[in-house]
């Protein structure tokens, strides 16, 4: 495995040193105001991505280095995938599994960006491989870390939740029940809740908000709008890539990867479902990103389908980047966002306080 460690810290290093040049983002920001207002939790997310912001603050000092904590979490992620799969994929398949990774939008790209999405992918991740090691290998040490990995993806998104139905799918379908050692269930559900104290201790001293909020805001819209679900869908599929779904379906034949597939489609459904109840975004299903491609890359028959999907996605990175630091591509709200507000900080020296109408502005 010589090929990966080398690879894993190549790709660090292109990372770190664009994540100090790339301007932060309007997401980024917020979570950079809350790394200098420390709460236990937060109104619209749990608190983790601003601790990570805070470790960054010795490095404030030199352009953008204030992402590298998180930046450095993500890419662990890949570390702990490694271990998963190392033993159930071929060597090549596996190299198939991490250029995908590397290359595509929101798993590649998109981990330069600070967002919620790094430390629950980590603690996602991790929960995945002590999920695996409670049932080959149960100890009450193994059902305990799942639980703090649990409890900790808690405090980073509350999508973590969706872990325990993916779980029950693969108990039930692959007829994993009988390796649960009901014993040591309880250590997980106690170190769980531990973990989880910062936003259960939050969310109980100011009227559930963030609860509410986050559930509102993800099945609790009004009337149904057909292009909620046909926009979910079309970037669901532009985003994993149409070239790649042929080998997700015969990947998902191989039954030691069955976990990872009921991984992928149960966020793939669960939020296709969320689409007949409100706009759903097309970043929240990333919790299956790793799992689809590894079923995939199991199901590929031509490594020419991976190359193409990789590519496009390396213009398109590229395209992105280059306006991310200077504007040139026609105006789009979201990719000028680096940009748009620069003209409003004159107004800072002259009013204080002063409001606007969304909490990234």
């Not at 910062?198 to 057909?226: C, E, K, M």
């Not at 779904?245 to 966020?267: S, T």
Request: charge should be positive; glycine fraction near 6%.
């Amino acid at each position: 495995m010589t090929w990966f460690y080398r690879l894993w810290w190549l790709s660090l290093f292109i990372k770190f040193c664009l994540a100090a040049v790339l301007p932060l983002a309007a997401d980024e920001a917020y979570y950079w105001v809350w790394s200098h207002h420390l709460q236990w939790s937060y109104f619209d997310h749990p608190p983790l991505v601003s601790w990570l912001m805070w470790l960054g603050h010795p490095f404030e000092s030199w352009g953008y280095l204030v992402r590298w904590p998180s930046v450095l979490l993500g890419h662990a992620t890949l570390l702990i995938w490694l271990h998963m799969l190392r033993g159930i994929l071929s060597n090549e398949n596996l190299k198939i599994w991490f250029v995908l990774s590397l290359l595509t939008p929101f798993l590649g790209f998109g981990s330069l960006i600070v967002t919620p999405d790094l430390p629950v992918l980590f603690f996602w991740a991790l929960s995945l491989y002590f999920y695996q090691r409670s049932l080959e290998a149960p100890t009450m040490l193994s059902y305990s870390l799942l639980g703090l990995a649990l409890g900790l993806g808690f405090c980073s998104k509350y999508h973590i939740v969706l872990l325990v139905p993916i779980f029950l799918l693969h108990l039930t379908f692959e007829k994993k029940w009988s390796r649960l050692r009901w014993p040591y269930l309880p250590l997980t559900i106690l170190f769980g809740l531990f973990a989880s104290l910062p936003v259960l201790y939050w969310n109980a001293t100011n009227d559930w908000r963030s609860f509410r909020f986050q559930i509102d805001h993800g099945l609790g819209g009004g009337a149904w709008n057909p292009e909620w679900t046909l926009s979910y869908v079309l970037s669901q599929i532009l985003l994993f890539s149409p070239l790649l779904i042929p080998a997700f379906i015969r990947g998902f034949r191989r039954r030691e990867l069955r976990l990872f597939g009921w991984n992928a489609i149960f966020a793939w459904g669960f939020f296709l479902y969320s689409s007949f109840k409100s706009l759903v975004e097309g970043n929240w299903p990333i919790i299956g990103f790793h799992s689809a491609y590894a079923v995939a890359s199991e199901g590929t028959k031509s490594k020419r389908w991976v190359w193409i999907t990789c590519g496009f996605w390396v213009v398109a990175a590229g395209i992105f980047f280059s306006h991310w630091l200077t504007p040139w591509f026609p105006e789009n709200e979201k990719i000028d966002e680096t940009h748009q507000y620069r003209s409003l900080a004159v107004f800072v020296d002259k009013y204080e306080p002063i409001y606007a109408n969304t909490y990234q502005m």
